[in-house]
């Protein structure tokens, strides 16, 4: 609970400083926009949680959360543009938490896709259902 309110005030600073300080046109969609980050956050904290829930000591669990986030960011298109990568790539990363593509769709004026926020939801709850079933105390 700490964490996502920790993140949902460091979002909200970022999003005011963009626009008031660097004059970044504010997002277009604001309710799909915080919907988007909202449901893209919890499907990258339920990915974690299972990942705790599954590894077996805390520095493996580190490793494996260090991992995922470099697939999730190679799906994201930072290390290479998206135009740059295969089609067949930039599709499967809409679809990998937190699905950046609806977030930036939201923000310039497209709209977020309705399946993405579906997928994102639904991984939120799958993986955090996941999570609690295996989840063991030591």
Known sequence: LVNLATTAVAT?????VAVFVFGVVPPQHPVQFLLATLLGVAAVFSIG????????????????????????????????PNFL??????????????GIASIKQSWTGAGADPLVLVA??????????????LFRWE
Request: no cysteine; hydrophobic share 70%; glycine share 8%.
């Open 49 to 80: 949680l299972l990942i705790a829930a599954l590894a077996p000591r805390a520095r493996t669990a580190t490793g494996i959360g260090a991992l995922t986030f470099m697939v999730t960011l190679f799906f994201a298109g930072v290390y290479l």
């Open 12 to 16: 909200a600073l970022l999003v005011a």
């Open 85 to 98: 990568l295969p089609e067949v790539i930039v599709q499967i990363g809409e679809f990998v938490p937190p």
């Open 120 to 133: 994102m939801a639904a991984i939120a709850l799958g993986a955090s259902a996941l999570a609690a079933r």
